[in-house]
């Protein structure tokens, strides 16, 4: 990445760590992808073990090869939904169960410039336990996700973000929805629409539950 534009990308990821801890969020800056993964290997292994962490469908997360460092963590067991071999019935209930795992990481579809948390979700598991369950909840967020404001993070979800893991997820999913045509959100009805629920998360009640390690590369969508 070009000095000036690592550069911005700190200074701009300072700012929304500042209206985090406003939040009663944590947040911490990494230049690279690799520091990322080293920060979220950090963060979970100074909580008190035994830990379980829940895996979950994330683009960003995945992409890092996180899964197998966190499943190789002493006194982590990671609860894997994709694990091979399990059933969609076996998976749909690890996901369950995961909603009162230890340690939730995943990414966020989009932050604001004052530290809002924007996503949406398909079957909400994702999402319900960024709003409870897990003691912590890492996100690890590309600055590529920043949105001045609410409205326009959930245009750039919409833009973006939606039809990007409609085109990851149409064919393994057998999706028939309009964006997977023409690569445009159309706000649909389809029978398999993996859009259904908007959160916006604005604080948190227990102090640091939440923490954001804001990436200065580019991840996921
Ligand atoms: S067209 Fe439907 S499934 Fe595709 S991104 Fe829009 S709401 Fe989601």
């Known amino acids: 990445m070009d000095a000036p534009v690592l550069k911005q990308r700190e200074k701009l990821a300072g700012h929304i760590i500042q209206h985090l801890g406003k939040r009663k969020m944590d947040g911490s800056f990494a230049p690279t992808a690799a520091e990322a993964k080293a920060q979220v290997l950090r963060l979970i292994g100074a909580m ?7 895996r979950c469908g994330s ?12 499943a190789a963590l002493s006194g982590v067991t990671l609860m894997d939904p994709y694990a091979p071999g399990l059933s969609k019935e076996q998976g749909a209930e690890v ?15 989009a932050i604001t ?3 809002r948390l924007v996503n949406l979700d398909g ?4 999402v319900a336990g960024m709003l409870f369950g897990p003691k912590k909840v890492i996100l ?23 039809p990007a893991n409609n085109m990851r997820l149409g064919e393994a999913y057998g999706l028939k929805n309009p964006c997977l045509e023409d690569g445009r959100c159309h706000q649909c009805m389809s029978e398999t629409k993996i859009c ?6 604005e604080g948190q009640a227990v102090r640091g539950r939440i923490h954001v390690v804001l990436v200065a590369e580019d991840l996921g969508y």
């Open 48 to 54: 008190k073990t035994p830990t379980s962490v829940i």
């Open 113 to 115: 410039m004052d530290g």
């Open 196 to 201: 259904n629920i908007w959160t916006i998360i």
């Open 95 to 109: 996901r369950r169960q995961g909603l009162l795992a230890d340690v939730l990481v995943a990414s966020s579809n």
């Open 123 to 126: 079957t909400g598991n994702r």
């Open 59 to 70: 683009e960003t997360v995945g992409g890092l090869g996180l899964w197998a460092d966190i």
């Open 140 to 162: 690890v967020v590309g600055m590529n996700k920043v949105a001045q404001d609410v409205a326009a993070a959930q245009d750039r979800v919409r833009a973006y973000a939606a």
